[in-house]
């Protein structure tokens, strides 16, 4: 028998159709949330989830900014320091915030998901991890290890065999490996130097210590890549097993992200190249078994999120592809985002205005969005397309007066001119994803961002030179 590949690659289509676009971590995008919104609209949001009984479960998300020496390609909100009394103060902050956002949560606290992210959360000493998660449940109800997803990303260059054991018992239960490539030269020209052993050794020690699952996190187009490191570093990989494979494209945008600048742009490899990269991962990933669940991210088929996805339960959130549906977000941290109930909130990003705000007694909310009902319709329609890759557009817009038809009349039309390149199909009820489309899946998605619209029309009606003068927001979509 043969099965339909999970995802297929076409070069014309992809250089035809990439551009600038957003990764839908969240809709709207990030960058729709004003100071508008700030602590009052929050509190308005949680009692709206009061009074409605809410019981649903929590994800919670730490943001632990801190980290040794600084990776040039980073694009991440990160403290780079080596005076460790940093941490200290922050966890003192974060057990302060995290305890309030427990009592605001009071009767509806229960944790299914926990990640903590970064930067580097394991920045924070063994001692210290260990007093954030008891603080952690003293605070917050967590479902049971088998029951909850507990992960943390793990710069292998920071720990060993005996605290990968630690984070386990003090209840982790997944880990998120940063790997980015295996190859010296690359690792000398990003700054971040990590032998192949030192990573296999975490690897092997989070398997013994009983990690459900292991991911790890790759990027293609960094400087020195190659066709042939790259094949080397996918060789290495396979054979390593992890249970999720997360191939970053990488983004060098210096007008937005400083530490590139220490990238030298003839270090690249061309646009050329890194299709065949791309090719070159996609092929030897699913040939080894592992399943393209969508944006970026791959799944051995037995994995949860892959489980999940066949059974069109997979959600997406801030940290990515999640298992667990309809949970508000509770992000807590420095520049950390929540999503409660209809609601974004964003933390202050620099670490004064952040306990400023704490030590007024406030929650550190520096400004947000709340979605209004076209919003919330047309973040639904993002979550299947990005999650399922498919569609059915009666249920989407069940209960209302419009049928989805009427209601999308104007996205559909756009949408015919990528049913005649084959990336998606529409029938009476069902817009789906074809295999050829799925790599291109943000690009589907803008037709339904009605804020992209609305920034685009603004664009159109600018003058050149404005126009030119305006930096690029998002990266490439492929
Ligand atoms: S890539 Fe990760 S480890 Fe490197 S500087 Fe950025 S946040 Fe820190």
Redesign the pocket.
Known sequence: MTTMPSVQFDADIIRKLSMSGPRYTSYPTADRFTARFGYGDYLEALAGLTYRGGRRPLSLYLHVPF?D???Y??A?N?I?TKDRSKAATYLGYLKQETAMQGKLFAGMNRVEQLHLG???PTYFSNAQMGELMAHLRRHFDFAPDAEGEYSIEI?PRTVDARRIHSLRAQGFNRASL?VQDFDPDVQQAVN?IQPYEETMAVMNAARDAGFRSISVDLIYGLPQQTLRTMEQTLSKIIVANPDRIALYNYAHMPHLFK?QRRISESDLPASAAKLDMLALCISRLTAAGYVYIGMDHFAKPADDLAVAQRQGRLHRNFQGYSTHAETDLVACGVSAISAVNGTYSQNEKTLDEYYAKLDAGRLPIARGYRLGNDDLLRRLVVQRLMCDFALSLASATEGMAVPFREYFAPELRELQAFVADGLVTLDDDWLSVTPKGRLLIRNICMVFDRHLREARLQAAAMPAAALAAQPLRFSRTI
Do not use: A, E, N
């Open positions: 980290c020496r600084l990776c390609y980073c991440c990160k780079i970064g930067g580097t710069d940063g971040r530490p």
